[in-house]
């Protein structure tokens, strides 16, 4: 059976455009070539061009990657800004439940 091919919305898409864009004006402002930018990542050039045109298909991780060996800040300028905002939301998290499920069924108010 083939697989059916994934869609994304149009801000995911427009975010991915974005930041493809950004980590390629970046690399060409530090004078880079893609093979260089690709090398210092460890991925072929081929996944270099993919990350700068925005494709969906490549890992997160190699995209951030990307944009921080070539200065692109990601949420929040400084390394302390990352980690406190990592710290408020696992305390927000810690005060939720662990799991969060369906109820089996409505609340039954029809005396």
């Known amino acids: 059976m083939p697989a059916?091919?994934?869609t994304y919305s149009r801000a995911t898409m427009d975010?991915?455009?974005l930041l493809g864009a950004q980590i390629r004006l970046a690399r060409k402002q530090r004078l880079m070539s893609e093979a260089d930018l690709a090398a210092r990542i460890g991925i072929s050039r081929g996944t270099m061009q993919s990350i700068e045109k925005g494709s969906a298909k490549v890992e997160i991780g190699l995209a951030f990657e990307a944009?921080?060996?070539v200065g692109v800040p990601l949420f929040l300028q400084d390394s302390a800004g990352v980690t406190a905002a990592i710290e408020r939301v696992e305390d927000k998290l810690a005060l939720l439940p662990q799991s969060v499920r369906r109820p089996l069924s409505g609340v039954k108010d029809d005396f």
């Open 4 to 6: 059916i091919p994934r």
């Open 15 to 17: 975010a991915l455009k």
């Open 67 to 69: 944009a921080v060996l």
